[in-house]
């Protein structure tokens, strides 16, 4: 699949008590995901006492749109990271224009 690099952001409302299930059930998804499916990673910001946001990254829109991550270990994850939130939003879908993040 080819074309630009994809970038998709999402914003999670974590319920209260919840934070720490809420990134370990994120972390474990994330990591399944770009192992499974190609993503080129994510990287989860912590905006206020309970709210996320999570910048994901993809070698293109269509294979964003082609992923379909299967398995129980991936559903439980699924699972688990919603019951942790009170709201999931996927906010922007954008096409990566310039890179210029370093990587640590």
């Known amino acids: 699949m080819t074309g630009a690099p994809h970038a998709v952001l999402y ?3 974590v319920r209260a008590g919840s934070e720490e299930s809420f990134v370990a059930a ?14 080129h990673g994510s990287c989860l910001h ?8 999570a910048y994901a990254r993809w070698p ?3 294979h964003f749109d082609a992923v379909s991550l299967e398995g129980a270990d991936a559903e ?9 939130c009170e709201e999931v939003e996927t906010v922007h879908r954008m096409d990566v224009v310039q890179d210029l993040l370093a990587t640590p």
């Open 46 to 53: 912590r905006v206020g006492d309970r709210e996320y946001l």
């Open 60 to 62: 293109s829109a269509a």
């Open 26 to 39: 994120w972390s474990g998804l994330t990591k399944l995901i770009h192992e499974r499916a190609g993503s």
């Open 76 to 84: 439980a994850l699924r699972t688990g990271m919603r019951a942790s």
């Open 11 to 13: 914003r999670f409302i």
